[in-house]
């Protein structure tokens, strides 16, 4: 996990310089150049704007997402799992894909609001909402382990 994480911050940095470097480009009044397409390629501010603002929920997201697998797994290789603080990372991690589905849709409207042709839409994501249910369900349930747990601590 801890790979997994600095990979992501790793890409968090390339794109964030990629997208900075070629908006700062195409600000300043010259074209960006690709060696490998002929022509120049220009895009408008807002689609900048917009493609870094999903790219920093979708990376950001995916870090802090990690990190808190990476503390999950960290109790299960002790031998573990059943901590209260588990219940307490499932339902954080349901609660960082809710919201990352919601930045989407905020993106997804300021899009829309400002006639930016992208991908990003309003639809609906599923099994995003269906995650988020099942690492809701998945706390509790760990959460009513580790009361059991301690309760059979205490019997004798």
Not at 1 to 23: E, P, Q
Not at 119 to 143: D, E, G, K, P
């Amino acid at each position: 996990m801890s790979v997994i994480t600095s990979l992501g911050w790793l890409v968090l940095g390339i794109c964030v310089t990629v997208l900075v470097i070629a908006m700062a480009t195409d600000l300043s009044g010259g074209a960006l150049q690709l060696p490998v397409l002929e022509g120049n390629i220009s895009v408008d501010t807002p689609t900048y704007l917009i493609g870094f603002a999903s790219l920093i929920v979708i990376l950001v997201g995916f870090i802090l997402m990690a990190g808190q697998l990476k503390r999950i797994l960290k109790t299960l290789i002790d031998g573990d799992p059943f901590v209260p603080e588990n219940a307490r990372r499932l339902t954080q991690l349901a609660l960082i894909v809710a919201g990352m589905e919601l930045c989407r849709h905020a993106i997804g409207f300021a899009a829309k609001m400002f006639l930016v042709n992208t991908s990003v839409n309003f639809s609906v994501n599923l099994a995003a909402w269906v995650a988020v249910i099942t690492l809701m369900v998945l706390s509790q349930v760990f959460a009513e382990g580790t009361r059991l747990r301690e309760e059979e601590k205490m019997t004798i």
